[in-house]
């Protein structure tokens, strides 16, 4: 059964792909401590994306050490041939990208029939008409604003566009989520269109406080939304 969040929608979402994976579990423990609701699990396999990152037997320890919800967002080849383990390892969202399976449907019906909620995602230069016949069967839409494989790079300005055109296509049936380039600065330019996840990574892990590092987040992010 998919975990709630512990808080309501916007929320910031720390990319672990910027953690210190030698202390992963004080990561978690301060990550907690500091308020996040969710955890983004950056996977990369090396071949749809140009860099390595870790699978579903690190996701598994993370899972064992937490029971915050696990976002998986698989920048991967192939995920159809590997969903099965990253259910197994405990992922309770589980989005994979248009450019890997260009006809999505039967993996979108298996993570949810799995339980978990299913996402699609987007690169930078993937049109949103490329995704808008999945209403209704995906519950996560994640734009990312920056090209998928390596954290710390700049904010896409075009970004804020397709986040628009994505909360018009979806509505409210879908979580609309961003990655890349998120931080103090950038958030303000898409909170208007609803975005309802901020993944941020080195705004999070570059930062002596965490928790302040979040909480100026989400609540600038609260202080732009339309909802709020």
Not at 24 to 53: K, Q, T
Not at 161 to 187: C, H, K, L, W
Request: charged share 20%; net charge negative; with cysteine.
């Amino acid at each position: 059964m998919t975990r709630q969040l512990n808080s309501k929608f916007p929320v910031v979402a720390p990319s672990m792909l910027k953690c210190d994976f030698g202390n992963m579990e004080s990561e978690i423990v301060r990550l907690e401590e500091a308020g996040a609701s969710l955890l983004h699990l950056d996977v990369m396999d090396g071949h749809f994306v140009p860099n390595l990152s870790y699978g579903p037997m690190v996701i598994q320890r993370v899972r064992e050490r937490t029971e915050l919800v696990l976002d998986a967002h698989l920048m991967i080849s192939d995920p159809e041939k590997y969903l099965d383990e990253y259910v197994k390892a405990g992922c309770d969202w589980i989005t994979v990208h248009i450019e890997a399976v260009p006809d999505p449907r039967e993996i979108l019906k298996r993570i949810r029939e799995a339980g978990s909620l299913a996402g699609i995602s987007l690169n930078p230069k993937t049109p949103v008409s490329a995704i808008s016949s999945l209403k209704g069967l995906v519950d996560i839409v994640l734009v990312m604003s920056v090209e998928p494989g390596f954290g710390g790079q700049s904010f896409i300005p075009e970004s804020v566009e397709r986040v628009a055109e994505v909360r018009e296509v979806f509505g409210e049936t879908a979580i609309v989520s961003i990655d890349g380039g998120i931080g103090p600065q950038t958030i303000p330019l898409v909170a208007p269109h609803q975005v309802d996840v901020y993944v941020a990574g080195s705004s999070i892990f570059d930062q002596s406080s965490y928790a302040d590092a979040i909480r100026e987040m989400t609540e600038t992010a609260q202080s732009f939304s339309p909802s709020t």
